[in-house]
Each structure stands twice: as C-alpha cells, then as structure tokens.
C-alpha cells in the first residue's frame, strides 16, 4: 500500500496550488462580499486547465484520474471554496458525458467543456423534491424532432454563470425508470434563472432555473430515454468523495490558520498553544480531517480501478463536511475575535463548507446508501 501521491500528482498539487495561491485566495472575501467570482476568473481557470480534468484527451481534456481530480479540487477549496464548483461539473458532467454520449455528441459537447467555453450546470433538485430525487415532477413532452420540457430546478449552484445544464426530467411514468437525462443550452427560449440568497458559498451563484416550454434537440438526449436516473446518474459515483475533499481542504486550511495563530498569540505570558485546552482540540481535528481524507482517497482510487466507489465515497460525504464545519468552528474559536471577524478567513470557510453538508445530498441520503450496502435492502432503512 502506497500513500505518497505520484511524482506527476504532485506537480499537478504544487501547479493548482500555485494559481490558487496567486490568483483565487486574494479575492476570497471581495468576491463574496459582491457575490460573484473575480471578473475574467473563469477564464483564467479554463486556461489553466480546469475544466478539461476530466475530459478524455481526444475531445480536447487531460483525461485525469479521479484522484487527480480530488488533488486539484482540494488546491482550490483550501484558496476558496466556491471556486470549486464549476470545476467540480465540469468533472463530474464531462465524465457523465463521456460515458453515455455518441461520438457526435461527444465532438459536439465535450470540447467547449474543456475550454472553458461551456460552464455547465447540474439541474435535478426541485422545490418539492430534493434527497426524493427519483420523484422528480419536471415533464418532458415528445415534439417532432425532440422534447419540451416543463418545470423549476432549485438550488443548481452556478445557475449565475452556467451556459449548459444537465437537466433531469420525466419522460415515463413514476419512479427511477421514467427519468431521462438531457444537456441543454440555457440561452434559449423559455429559460428563467433567478439568484438565491444564500449563508455562504455566495460567489457560486446558486439559483433556480425555470423552463417554461423550452425545446430540447432530440440529438441532447443523454443516454437512452428513461435511463437518466438509473444509468446516467450512476456516472456521479465519485461526486461525493470529491465534495468530502473539499470540505477537508477548507477544515485543514482554517486549522492551519489556527496553528499558527496559536504560536503567535501569547496569553497570561506565554503563547496559547502551550495550554493543553488549546493545543489538543486541532489535534484532535487534524485527526479526524486526515481520517476522513484517506477514505476520500480510497473511494477515488477504487473508481479509477474500476472498482465499486459507493460505501467509501458516501462514507466519506457524511462523514467529511461534518468533521470540516467542527474544525473550522474551532478554529474559529482558537483565534479568538480575530475569527469571528470577517475580515479574516475563518468565518467565511464556516459559513461555505456548511453548504458541503447539503450538496449533494445530506447526511441521511449517504447513510441510506452505506446501511442497504450493509445490512441489504430488505433490512436498511
Ligand atoms: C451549496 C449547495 C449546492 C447545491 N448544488 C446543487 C446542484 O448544483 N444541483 C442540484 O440539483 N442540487 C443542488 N443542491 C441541492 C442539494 O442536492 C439538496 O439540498 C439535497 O439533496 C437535499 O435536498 P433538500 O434540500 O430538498 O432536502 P430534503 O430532501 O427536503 O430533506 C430535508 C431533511 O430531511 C431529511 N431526509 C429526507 N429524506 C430522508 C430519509 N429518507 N431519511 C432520513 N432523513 C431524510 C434530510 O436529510 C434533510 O435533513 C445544492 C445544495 C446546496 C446547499
């Protein structure tokens, strides 16, 4: 067993971190502060590469692996976390769209992915259904020559800037099998977005989308009519132990913040660290944070070996953002007033990595899919 990355993952670390060092981090708090990336970010990051993670090299990508994909993923969030996202699709919608697309397809969607050209959105949460996700209510009608489809997504993270959306709807009757899977332009008739307000993660630009009789090419079609949930979806098996990561980079960034603060910071005549009350709580979170890593990294390397990624990835997603939000609580206490200000980090991570609780599913949702992996459908929850 080998726990040291290779030496070209750890190029791939020292380059991401640098740009996230040079080019993210200094704009954290004014870009949450407006609500909205740094202008020309988005460009800067497309020509770094970070949108063609997980694009097959023959449509213009790198091709990494998942777990190079987790190792530039935890560069960024540890600079800012919202910054992730739209990497975070592009990874996880250009891998779908490998996986299910025709060749016309693929020539058609998967480049202006890896460029930078086409910023993808994932749209199957709506107002009434969220962890229930097979209920979805949003209709696809057949047309000639495609679909219309009707309905509110909510909660789409990057709905602010997103030109694309993988959008989930039904085709057939109730349940899992009547969903289809469709990726469509959002600059078209009929497309109504509109911004929330959110805790935190406020530069992501999370919103709904309402698509009010909009027509889909039946060339969109993802995968086969009535697949969408039970094949399409199937491709995000990874999504949550990159979102674990995330957490983890913004938990260890604020506790490094909090280490230093706590060698630096001299109460009743000597520096803080040196009481155990101080000292021994970010131990015990720089534990938990690196435990929760590992199984993050066991479940990205099992994708890429082929293996089944399910238990420790939803391990992982329950178990990482919780772990993360307590770190960065008491990081936050460790530096005192200086934490709760907002002109420092702290309070900033804590208010985004909250969201990475509810991404992509709740801690229930994770835990249903380890207790039936577990203990068998018939006797799980
Ligand atoms: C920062 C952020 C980014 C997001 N990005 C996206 C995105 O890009 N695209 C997208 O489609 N969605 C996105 N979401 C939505 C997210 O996937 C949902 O919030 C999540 O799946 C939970 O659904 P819900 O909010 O409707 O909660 P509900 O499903 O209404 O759940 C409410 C509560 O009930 C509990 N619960 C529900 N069912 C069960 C059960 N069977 N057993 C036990 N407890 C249960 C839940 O754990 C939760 O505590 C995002 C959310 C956030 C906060």
């Known amino acids: 067993m080998d726990f040291d990355f290779t030496e070209e993952q750890q190029q791939l670390a020292k380059a991401v971190g640098e740009f996230a060092a040079a080019k993210v981090a200094p704009h954290r708090h004014e870009s949450d502060v407006r609500g909205s990336y740094r202008p020309g970010l988005l460009r800067e990051m497309a020509d770094e590469g970070l949108f063609s993670l997980r694009v097959p090299p023959a449509y213009g990508g790198r091709g990494l692996s998942a777990v190079g ?8 969030a540890a600079a800012d976390l919202t910054v992730c996202f739209p990497v975070l699709n592009a990874a996880l919608v250009g891998a779908v769209l490998a996986a299910n697309g025709t060749e016309d397809q693929l020539a058609r969607w998967l480049p202006p992915i890896a460029h930078g050209e086409a910023v993808v959105a994932l749209g199957l949460t709506e107002p009434d259904r969220g962890t229930d996700a097979a209920n979805i209510d949003m209709r696809a009608e057949p047309r000639a020559g495609g679909w219309v489809l009707t309905g509110e997504k909510t909660s789409i993270m990057v709905t602010a800037y997103a030109t694309h959306c993988l959008v989930f709807a039904r085709t057939g009757g109730p349940g899992a099998r009547g ?63 990159l979102i674990a990561l995330m957490a983890i980079a913004v938990g260890r960034a604020a506790l490094d913040e909090a ?29 938990m944070l690196h435990a929760a890593r590992l199984v993050s990294y066991e479940a990205l390397h099992r994708a890429d070996a082929g293996r089944d990624p399910r238990v420790p990835a939803n391990m992982a997603k329950w178990w990482a953002p919780k772990a993360a939000v307590e770190a960065v609580h008491q ?45 068998g459908r018939e006797a799980a929850p």
């Open 69 to 76: 994909c987790g190792i530039a993923l935890e560069e960024l």
């Open 259 to 287: 280490i230093a603060h706590a060698g630096r910071r001299e109460a009743f005549g000597s520096p803080i660290g040196t009481f155990q009350s101080v000292a021994f709580p970010l131990v015990e979170h720089v534990t």
């Open 179 to 241: 969903i289809t899977a469709f990726y469509t332009p959002l600059d078209v008739e009929g497309v109504r977005r509109e911004r929330l307000s959110d805790l935190g993660c406020r530069a992501g630009g999370r919103g709904r989308i309402v698509f009010d009789g909009v027509f889909v090419d039946e060339r969109d079609v993802v995968g086969e009519p009535g697949l969408g949930f039970v094949e399409v979806m199937r491709g995000f098996g990874v999504s949550r132990a």
């Open 331 to 375: 990081s936050l206490l460790t530096l005192g007033h200086l934490g709760w200000s907002e002109e420092g980090p702290v309070a900033q991570r804590l208010r985004d990595v909250i969201g990475l609780q509810l991404a992509d599913g709740t801690a229930a949702a994770t835990k249903l899919v380890v207790a039936r992996q577990l203990l």
